[in-house]
C-alpha cells in the first residue's frame, strides 16, 4: 500500500530523491541545467511530502510560498519503476491540500517544455497555462501553470 508521509527538506529520502531528480534535468535540461538548477535549492523547505510503498521512497514533492496568496510547487518526482501507478496525482493532490489547510488561494509551477509527462500531469490535475512569471519571464524553455485552490474553510474575522 502507498502512503503519504508530510516532512520538510531535511528528510534523507527527500535529499536522495531530488538528487536522482538533478541528474535526469541535468540530461534534459542540457546546456540550460546550470540556470534552472539555481531556483531549485531544497534548503529550508517546510512542506514536502513523500510516497512511500513500506518504507521505500518512491516519489516527492514539495510548496513553498511564492507569495502570500501562492504556494509554488517544486521538486516534483518519482521513480522510473513506480511511474503510471498515480504516485505523481497523488503527491500532488496531498501538496494542494496541505496549500489549502494553509490558507493559500492558488498554487503555482513551473516546469521544461521538455518534460512532457510533467505537463501531462499537471494539466490532467486542472492546472491551467499562465504567462511565465518571476524568473522564469522571457524564457522559452519554461511553462507556468496555475490551480485556483477550492477553500473549504469559512474565513473568520
Not at 538533478?22 to 540530461?27: F, M, N, T, Y
Not at 534534459?28 to 517546510?46: C, L, M, P, S, V
Not at 497555462?129 to 524568473?135: E, V
Request: glycine letters at 6%; aromatic letters at 10%; hydrophobic letters at 35%.
Amino acid at each position: 500500500m502507498i502512503k503519504t508521509v508530510r516532512t520538510s527538506s531535511e528528510n534523507p529520502d527527500f535529499i536522495k530523491l531530488v538528487a536522482l531528480l538533478d541528474a535526469d534535468l541535468a540530461i534534459r535540461d542540457g546546456e540550460e541545467h546550470d540556470f534552472y538548477h539555481q531556483f531549485n535549492k531544497i534548503d529550508a523547505i517546510k512542506h514536502v511530502i513523500i510516497a512511500y510503498e513500506n518504507e521505500t521512497p518512491l516519489g516527492c514533492g514539495a510548496i513553498k510560498e511564492f507569495d502570500p496568496y501562492s504556494m509554488e510547487v517544486k521538486r516534483m518526482y518519482t521513480l522510473p519503476v513506480s511511474r503510471g501507478k498515480g504516485i505523481a496525482t497523488m503527491i500532488l493532490n496531498e501538496l494542494e491540500h496541505w496549500a489549502t489547510e494553509l490558507l493559500y488561494d492558488r498554487c503555482i509551477l513551473e516546469t521544461g517544455k521538455k518534460q512532457p509527462e510533467a505537463i501531462a500531469l499537471y494539466t490532467k490535475s486542472g492546472f491551467k497555462l499562465i504567462s511565465n512569471y518571476g524568473q522564469y519571464k522571457g524564457v522559452e524553455n519554461s511553462l507556468c501553470f496555475e490551480k485556483k485552490l477550492k477553500q473549504t474553510h469559512e474565513n473568520v474575522n
